[in-house]
């Protein structure tokens, strides 16, 4: 039983990783492109928070939530709320 549990433990780490690598570029991307399109913003935001178990996934959260609020106030609140149901 432990090493199955390890053995999931594992998994969720390398899948987090992969999530990482997928979404970093993705984020880093919005930024310096100066993105201010909501619903390519808010489709990234609802991928990364999927993730946010993961405490470089919740960075990349943070910094793109302080990103859009440049952009969407109303809603970068509500993500910030959907971010403390989900894993408050």
């Known amino acids: 039983m432990m090493n199955a549990i390890k053995a999931i433990a594992a998994q969720l780490q390398h899948l987090n990783e992969q999530a990482y690598m ?3 570029p993705l984020v880093d ?3 310096a492109e100066h993105t201010i ?3 390519q913003i ?3 935001l609802d991928g990364v928070l999927d993730f946010c178990a993961d405490h470089k996934m919740l960075e990349l ?3 793109l939530c ?3 609020y440049t952009i969407n106030p109303v ?3 509500a993500y910030i709320n959907y971010y403390k149901e989900m894993w408050g």
């Open 66 to 68: 302080r990103y859009y």
């Open 37 to 39: 399109d909501n619903q």
């Open 42 to 44: 808010e489709c990234l």
């Open 61 to 63: 959260y943070k910094q």
């Open 22 to 24: 997928a979404y970093r």
């Open 29 to 31: 991307n919005i930024i």
């Open 75 to 77: 809603a970068t609140v």
